[in-house]
């Protein structure tokens, strides 16, 4: 009977030594697609978190390097110079773009995707047909088409995955369509600076805020904090809303996770 090696690498180890480094370290492009459960659904710890924040820890890209967003190429000059893409999509359609980019594209990037289980299941989580049809991408970003342009608009929100939808709802319910703007960040990375860009001039006088539901240790805060204030030429800071920082991923306690979820939901909207 064989016995297993004690000495067999971790998952993390193997995404440090072979996937995020794997073409500048061994010179070999890899296509690799990750689809990893990830979204704060009160089912306690070990189902919660795909640990974004190592990932996007992994990324190459420079922070404080201000990209040439008015290059025709930016985005196509992006993906080719970044190690690996990390996305968080919240529509089938995106989701089947991201996939069919990663195979047309001429060359090969590992592609880190973060799957809410709830998703699968919502009613809001769907796409019409023509989103699919030629002539349609994936869109690194998806801008608000509620608020309108200009003064009136207090608050402008971004986020990353699942939370959109409870924030979609609860604006709604509070009926601040007109006066808080909700963008989605679909690709975490590489950081689309040129439509945070567009999306932050959309709405000049806004209040800018970075809802997610991860710990603030945690998360994508660290990493969009200071590409936020890069892509905004140094003149907006967003501020953080969600749940404070936390040793744990999630409360392992239905009903904190409860109250810890409206808080942060019913916090976007305190203008």
Same mark, same amino acid.
């Given at each position: ?8 690498? %971790? ?10 480094? @794997?073409?500048?370290?061994? /010179?070999?492009? &890899? =296509?690799? #697609? ?98 699919f049809d030629e002539g349609t991408?994936?869109? %690194? ?10 003064? @009136?608009?207090?608050?402008? /929100?971004?986020? &990353? =995955?699942? #939370? ?85 991923v999630a409360a392992g306690n ?13 916090g976007a909207f305190s203008l």
């Open positions: 009977m064989h016995k297993p090696s004690t000495n067999l690498p %971790r998952p993390q180890c193997i995404i440090d030594q072979f996937i995020s480094s @794997g073409q500048e370290k061994w /010179v070999r492009q &890899s =296509g690799l #697609v990750m689809l990893l459960p990830h979204g704060y659904e009160g089912m306690g710890p070990e189902h919660s978190s795909a640990r974004l924040e190592r990932f996007l820890q992994l990324c190459s890209d420079d922070a404080d390097c201000q990209p040439d967003i008015d290059n025709p190429a930016f985005e196509y000059d992006q993906l080719y110079s970044c190690n690996m893409q990390v996305i968080n999509c919240t529509t089938p359609s995106n989701y089947f773009h991201a996939l069919r980019r990663q195979v047309k594209k001429p060359f090969r990037k590992p592609l880190i995707v973060m799957t809410p289980k709830s998703l699968l299941r919502h009613p809001e989580a769907k796409s019409k047909f023509s989103y991408h994936f869109l %690194r970003l998806i801008p608000d088409s509620t608020a309108r342009e200009g003064e @009136g608009v207090k608050r402008i /929100v971004f986020c &990353s =995955g699942k #939370v959109y939808y409870e924030l979609a709802k609860q604006r709604e319910l509070a009926g601040l369509q007109e006066s808080v703007a909700i963008s989605r960040v679909e690709q975490v990375s590489p950081f689309p600076h040129d439509l945070v860009h567009r999306e932050l001039a959309r709405f000049p006088a806004a209040d800018v805020v970075w809802v997610q539901e991860e710990p603030k240790n945690m998360g994508a805060w660290s990493y969009v904090q200071p590409r936020f204030f890069t892509a905004s030429h140094s003149q907006r800071h967003p501020r953080y809303i969600g749940r404070p920082p936390s040793a744990t239905k009903a904190v996770y409860k109250h810890e979820q409206e808080t942060l939901v019913q």
